[in-house]
């Protein structure tokens, strides 16, 4: 019988988020709650024929894909993902499937970076420890109001227009920079075009918009956080290596500035991870995409796939660049 392989379902949300009952009568479905590392990847997944996986979460290279000899097809989330090797894939046969534009909820990142930066102006974090420690007040840092002070957006796309206009409702001055804007696109997405270093100089709140690449890696360094202001909030719900770990870590527990994060170098983030036991931190698991919309939209089009290549007629094929 086909087997066919959920992984990286770290919420326990796959089942209820999609009918996969008709893709259960033709092929037996193994969900996988926990990350897998490479060697553990090869020896689960060695048996496996099909694997609909979660958007860059286990990666596939070629050293990976080589060890999978069953494997016939292999369906990615959105419409790319950088960690697997389509190439490799298909050279070994095996079919790549993507859900395209399928996205239920396409701006949730969007309003995750806004709950960030209200979370960390504000201190809810610590003031939700304490209350349920039983006390109030005492020890909870003081907020910072948002209303005139200034919000750097490193990334005015689709993504971060968006955040422009939270701002903007907010009653935020924005400020905006990546390598190609444009004085006329910042307008018009509600920013004012300024240079990378006045936008770390100058703003009280910055954050990350952007798709990480060779090009993008590291662009916040620690030349970059030094330019920030004493207890800025800095936001990155884009992809961790844009901005240069280890100066990250010193920043905030110099607390120089607040780090209000989504997404880290190494997921799931480790249990020593130093940025765990940091104070000037507000931390959440990578939750940008996942969404209940989102679930659904991506998980309905991963059975899609499975049941049309089952077929004999694949859809949403990628074909290597």
Same mark, same amino acid.
């Given at each position: 019988?086909?087997?066919?392989a959920?992984?990286?379902?770290?919420?326990?949300?796959?089942?209820?988020?999609?009918?996969?009952?008709?893709?259960?009568?033709?092929a037996?479905?193994?969900?996988f709650?926990e990350?897998?590392?490479?060697?553990?990847?090869?020896?689960?997944l060695?048996?496996?024929?099909?694997?609909? +996986?979660?958007?860059?979460?286990?990666?596939?290279?070629?050293?990976?894909v080589?060890?999978?000899?069953?494997?016939?097809?292999?369906?990615?989330?959105?419409?790319?993902?950088?960690?697997?090797?389509?190439?490799?894939?298909?050279?070994q046969? #095996? +079919?790549?499937?993507?859900?395209?534009?399928?996205?239920?909820?396409?701006?949730?990142?969007?309003?995750l970076a806004?709950?960030?930066?209200?979370?960390?102006?504000?201190?809810?974090?610590?003031?939700?420890?304490?209350?349920?420690?039983?006390?109030?007040?005492?020890?909870?840092?003081?907020?910072?109001?948002?209303?005139?002070?200034t919000?750097?957006?490193?990334?005015?796309?689709r993504?971060?227009?968006?955040?422009?206009?939270?701002?903007?409702?907010?009653?935020?001055?924005?400020?905006?920079?990546n390598p190609?804007?444009?004085?006329?696109t910042?307008?018009?997405?509600?920013?004012?075009?300024?240079?990378?270093?006045?936008?770390?100089? +100058?703003s009280d709140?910055?954050?990350?918009?952007?798709?990480?690449?060779?090009?993008?890696?590291?662009?916040?360094?620690?030349?970059?956080?030094?330019?920030?202001?004493?207890g800025? #909030?800095?936001?990155?719900?884009?992809?961790?290596?844009?901005?240069?770990?280890?100066a990250?870590?010193?920043?905030?527990?110099?607390?120089? #500035?607040?780090?209000?994060?989504?997404?880290?170098? +190494?997921?799931?983030?480790?249990?020593?991870?130093?940025?765990?036991?940091?104070?000037?931190?507000?931390?959440?698991?990578?939750?940008?995409?996942?969404?209940?919309?989102?679930w659904h939209?991506?998980?309905?089009?991963? #059975?899609?796939?499975?049941?049309?290549?089952?077929?004999?007629?694949?859809?949403r094929?990628?074909?290597?660049?």
């Amino acid at each position: 019988m086909t087997r066919i392989a959920i992984l990286d379902d770290w919420q326990d949300v796959a089942r209820e988020s999609a009918d996969w009952s008709a893709l259960a009568e033709r092929a037996e479905l193994v969900f996988f709650a926990e990350a897998l590392s490479a060697e553990d990847a090869a020896a689960a997944l060695a048996d496996f024929d099909i694997i609909l +996986t979660m958007r860059e979460r286990t990666p596939f290279p070629a050293s990976l894909v080589q060890r999978l000899p069953k494997l016939r097809m292999i369906g990615i989330t959105g419409g790319n993902n950088p960690t697997l090797d389509v190439e490799a894939c298909t050279r070994q046969g #095996i +079919t790549v499937c993507d859900t395209g534009s399928a996205n239920g909820a396409p701006y949730a990142p969007a309003e995750l970076a806004l709950a960030l930066l209200l979370a960390a102006a504000r201190a809810i974090p610590a003031a939700d420890a304490n209350m349920r420690a039983g006390r109030f007040q005492h020890g909870v840092p003081v907020g910072m109001g948002l209303a005139g002070k200034t919000l750097g957006i490193i990334g005015l796309g689709r993504l971060g227009a968006r955040v422009a206009r939270y701002a903007a409702a907010l009653d935020m001055k924005v400020v905006a920079w990546n390598p190609n804007l444009t004085e006329a696109t910042a307008q018009e997405r509600g920013a004012r075009l300024v240079s990378k270093a006045d936008l770390l100089a +100058t703003s009280d709140a910055i954050t990350l918009h952007m798709v990480l690449s060779p090009s993008s890696k590291g662009i916040i360094d620690a030349e970059d956080i030094a330019r920030m202001k004493q207890g800025a #909030i800095l936001i990155n719900t884009s992809r961790g290596p844009l901005v240069e770990e280890a100066a990250l870590i010193a920043a905030v527990q110099s607390g120089h #500035i607040i780090a209000a994060l989504d997404v880290y170098d +190494t997921e799931p983030l480790p249990d020593d991870h130093p940025l765990r036991g940091a104070s000037h931190t507000v931390l959440t698991p990578h939750l940008g995409y996942g969404v209940a919309e989102t679930w659904h939209a991506w998980y309905s089009s991963s #059975i899609e796939n499975a049941q049309a290549f089952l077929d004999g007629k694949p859809i949403r094929v990628v074909e290597p660049k």
